[in-house]
């Protein structure tokens, strides 16, 4: 089993027989060990010894305690050696061991005598060992030698002591930052390595101080810095200042440009590329600034070294991606690279030309990479994939070259991943380009006949389904489904058969031919088929006559699924069998993962993308079971949707209160989850006092306080109010907890009996028209759209004034709306000009919505927008403009 480990690829075989370390053992290599005791040492043996010892340990192997105490000690003895490599290797061995408090003690005097030794190398390593297995309390008694260290004149003395002090900072701060004025010192070095070391250290004193970055940046940018990698480490803090800066300076004054500009006719390779990727990355770069790194990135694209071409490939790539005509001007170096040995940089060239090519230049290309693409591996074949997928977007007419292309390599040898992504971007090119259609779908017919990958042939047969009757002809795919029935597996039989009956239901004339089909399937094999076939072929209609199906039969059979499937499974869990049925109308349409009484510090959690996916559906039953058990709120009705949680303190306050808005069809109930932080403290009689005197279609119908309080024990006091039936009543409301707060004994824990009658200001609560919005998933939104139809929908245009960019203005009335994303349209391209955003969700009294935005900036920043919406109610559709125009 050990060869295996050692042995990297085939072409290292030889060099696997003759490794030093083939098939050691631990015990083997434990007993050798006792060697470090022997009265006259052998410094070769015994470096040699600690040697298996760093590789048996960097290979994962677990040292017991006992085993680990003994080789400690026995490595202890070899101090007594002179031999300056030997004593590396202790040093080394020392480190890896990491011991214990007690243990330290046996090594410190020696280390701290290393430490001032008069060879420079002892007292480099013995300050890297000391600092990785000291604690506080000693660090502070030799924290006056790493001081002296840091400003020595040996720079490999310096750089120990300077990396060293990287490390401690994570765990010692407060003793590292006491040596700003030495690190400082340390950054005027001429040695390289120290200037490096210097100021990444200096930089991670001061990273939380935004002005002392800034003002570290600003003097050393006037020419202090040496070394090419401090130059380096300058650049990157450069550019994290001018970025945090974006916001404060005037359009058109970018701190700090002239410094990353010069760096571009610095001596160094490094410097130089550096310098071009930080101006290639600034936020809202003109073509002007591009221009001259993008020239430096040029003259690097024919450099002889791997390295460099690799680097400049890859940052025009990602220039081509928002400035694609800045990179033209090097199509002509990187097509020469698109036959270089370097698989990688070919694959980059042919990216980014595919990125910049204008439409005339398509063919060209599609010759060049039909002969390169059988050279490269799969993973760089995806990004060459994704690359086509884009150009076709951007060139509709050239979508039969481009389909013909991504059909051939479907053909060829490949693995999932290669083969989803030619799937997906096939499927893409169908959506998108409807000329497209008919070829894509029959190239994806003749994958399937020949596909190894279950998955991709469910997915395709799924999205036949959808697509495939509304062709000029569908009759055409029938035999491809059918195919699959009698030669694939259980699962794409099934997926056969549901697509089989799409057809059957769609497409009245083929009902007849598809029933027939259906009833050949009921003797399968697989249960999950016959089932399938027998619940299309009842629901359809027995007799299988060209008739038209009922609407309500195509929605049962392949509508979309209006309720999450987490939500549904709770409700499917939790429903006890009685005479009333199962209702799926009644299963939450919303998962929520806000717990009902939530202390402050932990409602503080990230939202957006970096957000962890919501929860169960539980809250949401447990919301409504608790209302329903309160009898001032029990015939209220049916919940519509609760809030998430609405911070109404300050974080490290007294009392920590968040409020959840829980939306009826005739009333408001607000539930205050509080949280008593002082122990000395039991609070009683809890309840908010709230003045609706800015909300005028509000009026309060009951409320329940909150008997008690005590520390650390979250409770809930509710208040509720009436609104309009079925109105999207908006207002402003101020809080005021009131309470009496009672002394609590901390030895008896018993609170006195008087108290004394206080109050705490709580922040003001908005009701908004998003709260009576229910964010709804749809994933398919064209076909939700279409059978949504025309009927009441809503066309209006809007002025939004001017915004910083598209985004912010997306993001604006996303949030007014309080509608749920579809398909991925909240994120927009970086600098785009144009955005079409989709929205979906259930308006109060279960009214589907939805809504198409169509974004548009112009060069003065103004943002127009143009809203179409769709729904159930002519009402509803107006309300949604009028929500838009007020907002």
């Known amino acids: 089993m050990a060869q295996p480990l050692v042995k990297k690829d085939d072409d290292r075989d030889d060099e696997a027989e003759y490794s030093p370390f083939l098939g050691i053992e631990k015990g ?18 015994c470096s040699q010894v600690i040697t298996k010892l760093l590789y048996l340990l960097n290979q994962g192997e677990t040292f017991t305690k006992v085993e680990a105490t003994e080789v400690f000690f026995a490595v202890t003895k070899l101090f007594q050696s002179r031999d300056i490599g030997l004593r590396r290797m202790v040093y080394l061995m020392i480190k890896e061991l990491s011991p214990s408090a007690d243990e330290v003690i046996i090594v410190t005097s020696s280390l701290m005598k290393d430490m001032n030794s008069k060879t420079d190398m002892y007292r480099a390593n013995a300050i890297r060992v000391l600092c990785r297995i000291t604690d506080g309390t000693l660090l502070t008694q030799i924290e006056r030698y790493l001081k002296q260290a840091i400003v020595d004149k040996n720079p490999v003395v310096a750089s120990a002591a300077l990396v060293s002090g990287i490390h401690l900072l994570q765990t010692n701060p407060e003793i590292v930052k006491r040596w700003s004025n030495e690190v400082q010192e340390a950054v005027q070095s001429r040695a390289a390595l120290v200037q490096f070391h210097a100021l990444a250290l200096l930089h991670q004193i001061r990273q939380n101080d935004r002005l002392a970055v800034s003002k570290l940046v600003t003097s050393l940018t006037r020419g202090t810095v040496r070394s090419p990698l401090a130059q380096c480490l300058l650049i990157r803090y450069t550019s994290q200042v001018i970025r945090e800066s974006a916001g404060s300076t005037q359009a058109g004054d970018r701190p700090f440009y002239d410094y990353l500009e010069g760096c571009l006719r610095h001596k160094a390779e490094m410097v130089i590329f550096e310098a071009a990727r930080a101006i290639t990355e600034l936020h809202g770069v003109t073509n002007r600034e591009l221009t001259p790194a993008i020239t430096v990135l040029q003259l690097f694209l024919s450099s002889s070294k791997p390295v460099l071409r690799f680097a400049a490939v890859r940052t025009l790539n990602k220039v081509a991606m928002t400035h694609p005509m800045a990179v033209t001007n090097c199509n002509i170096d990187m097509e020469s690279l698109i036959s270089d040995q370097n698989r990688s940089i070919a694959t980059l060239a042919i990216t980014t030309l595919l990125k910049t090519g204008n439409e005339s230049s398509v063919d060209r290309l599609m010759k060049q990479i039909t002969n390169f693409m059988s050279d490269i591996a799969d993973e760089f074949k ?21 389909m013909n292309f991504l059909s051939n390599i479907l053909r060829e040898e490949g693995g999932f991943e290669y083969k989803k992504a030619i799937v997906d971007s096939i499927v893409i090119l169908i959506r998108d380009i409807p000329e497209a259609k008919e070829s894509g779908l029959l190239h994806l017919c003749e994958f399937i006949e020949d596909c190894e990958f279950t998955y991709l042939s469910t997915q395709i047969l799924h999205f036949l389904g959808i697509e495939g009757p509304r062709t000029s002809d569908p009759s055409k795919y029938i035999r491809y489904i059918y195919n699959r029935v009698h030669l694939e597996n259980a699962t794409v039989r099934a997926s056969a058969v549901s697509t089989l009956a799409k057809f059957g239901a769609m497409v009245d004339s083929l009902k007849p031919r598809v029933f027939i089909l259906l009833r050949r399937c009921l003797f399968d094999s697989d249960d999950e088929v016959r089932d399938r076939a027998t619940l299309y072929l009842n629901t359809l209609g027995g007799d299988g006559s060209v008739v038209e199906t009922d609407q309500g039969v195509k929605d049962f059979l392949f509508g979309s699924l209006d309720v999450p499937l987490v939500n549904l499974e709770t409700s499917l869990k939790t429903y006890e069998a009685s005479e009333e049925p199962f209702d799926i109308n009644f299963v939450p349409k919303e998962v929520k993962s806000q717990p009902l009484a939530e202390k402050k510090a932990q409602s503080k959690k990230p939202t957006g993308l970096g957000a ?15 209302l329903s058990s309160i009898p001032e709120f029990s015939n209220f009705g049916k919940l519509f949707k609760s809030s998430a949680a609405v911070e109404l303190t300050e974080a490290e306050t007294e009392y920590a209160v968040n409020v959840v808005k829980h939306i009826f069809d005739r009333h408001v109930v607000f539930q205050y989850n509080c949280t008593n932080t002082i122990p000395e403290q039991l609070l009683e009689n809890v309840i908010v006092a709230v003045d609706a005197s800015e909300a005028e279609d509000f009026i309060e119908a009951g409320s329940k306080p909150l008997r008690s309080l005590p520390y650390d024990t979250p409770g809930q006091t509710f208040l509720a109010f009436e609104k309009p039936e079925g109105v999207p ?21 018993e609170a006195e009996e008087d108290g004394v009658e206080d109050e705490y200001q709580l922040e003001d609560l908005e009701v908004v028209a998003a709260d009576y919005i229910l964010k709804e998933q749809v994933f398919n ?30 993001t604006a009335v996303i949030n007014l709306l309080g509608m749920q994303p579809c398909e991925g349209t909240e994120v927009i391209a970086s600098n785009s000009r144009s955005h079409t955003c989709l929205l979906s969700g259930v308006y109060i009294g279960n009214v589907k919505v939805l809504v198409r935005l169509s974004f548009g900036i112009d060069s003065s920043k103004e943002v127009a927008m143009k809203l179409a919406v769709r729904s159930e109610d002519g009402t509803v559709s107006d309300a949604i403009h009028e929500i838009v125009a007020s907002g």
Request: hydrophobic share 40%; charged share 30%; net charge neutral.
């Open 781 to 810: 939104f064209r076909n939700a759209w279409e059978n949504m139809g025309p009927d009441f929908e809503r066309v209006d245009e809007y002025g939004l004034g001017q915004r910083e960019s598209l985004n912010e203005a997306v």
């Open 612 to 626: 962890p996916p919501s929860g169960p559906a539980s809250t949401v039953d447990a919301y409504e079971r608790l």
């Open 28 to 45: 083997a290599v434990l007993q050798e060990a006792r060697v470090f005791n022997d009265p006259q040492l052998d410094a070769r043996r």
């Open 729 to 749: 009543a908006v207002g402003k409301f101020s809080n005021t907890l009131r309470f009496i707060v009672k002394e609590v004994d901390p030895t008896t824990g």
């Open 382 to 402: 995806i990004v060459v994939v994704e690359a086509i997928r884009s150009l076709c977007l951007k060139f509709p007419l050239k979508y039969r070259a481009l």
